[in-house]
């Protein structure tokens, strides 16, 4: 396609997904009071019985209502989004490559879900609770409303997206990119990298949230390792485990 109907056609997939976006936060603020409760549920069964959360502005409601609206629009439309994102590059995949557009979307979906319920379930309420202990005996806990959605919505979002990772060392080793040998016996250097990548997704200062995500991050890279030694034993054999991508290439035009 000329550059100019490249340009088109990102125009239409942008409208696409803002129009999306507008029209379903429109919707979602009607059901922002719900949803805002369920997000608050966590830090409530940690806090104190006489503490409850505040709001210390005058447009504190609305605003929390607006970042909710448009949170949860985002999230409803992530779908949307993965599909416009790849869609701009499928008419470039070779016609043996498109066959895994469909598979890929679902994946990506169901992992940033997945990530977002682990840490709805499992993180928020381990690392709230271990932040609030920190001010036991010295100070009152006063939890400003805003300040708490903006760190489990950051949280929400980090865990989502980190939760990819399984599929990105699926598609390098399958495709060859980085030799599935290679995953596995540099093992110790990645493990270190999942740790300092815990430690920057996580937006707050909690050992805790980090070694939740950093064993969730270790338990998901093993498990991709072993389906990518599936695939590829399966197609290619096993010696192809330890192929290069140039080795890879080869065998395609032999």
């Not at 806990?141 to 980190?162: K, P, S």
Request: charged share 15%.
């Amino acid at each position: 396609m000329p550059l100019l109907d490249h340009l088109g056609e990102l125009r239409r997939r942008v409208t696409i997904v803002v129009v999306s976006l507008l029209l379903c936060a429109i919707v979602m603020y009607a059901a922002t009071p719900t949803i805002i409760d369920i997000l608050f549920d966590p830090v409530r069964a940690v806090l104190p019985p006489d503490a409850d959360l505040t709001i210390v502005t005058l447009l504190g409601g609305f605003t929390i209502r607006f970042k909710v609206a448009f949170f949860s629009a985002f999230i409803v439309c992530t779908p949307l989004l993965l599909w416009e994102f790849l869609g701009f590059f499928l008419p470039a995949l070779k016609p043996s490559e498109k066959r895994w557009v469909v598979p890929t979307v679902a994946a990506m979906v169901a992992l940033f879900f997945f990530g977002m319920i682990f840490c709805y379930i499992v993180i928020q309420r381990a690392a709230f609770g271990w932040m609030i202990d920190q001010t036991e005996g010295f100070a009152n806990v006063l939890v400003n409303a805003e300040d708490y959605l903006n760190i489990e919505m950051l949280l929400e979002v980090g865990f989502g997206i980190a939760f990819e990772l399984p599929l990105v060392i699926f598609y390098l080793s399958i495709l060859h990119v980085v030799p599935y040998s290679s995953f596995r016996k540099n093992w110790r250097y990645v493990y270190v990298g999942l740790l300092l990548l815990s430690g920057v997704v996580t937006p707050d200062a909690s050992p805790v949230t980090m070694l939740l995500m950093f064993a969730a991050l270790v338990s998901l890279y093993e498990v991709a390792l072993a389906v990518a030694r599936a695939v590829i034993s399966a197609r290619d054999g096993k010696e192809a485990l330890k192929w290069t991508r140039q080795q890879y290439e080869e065998r395609d035009l032999s």
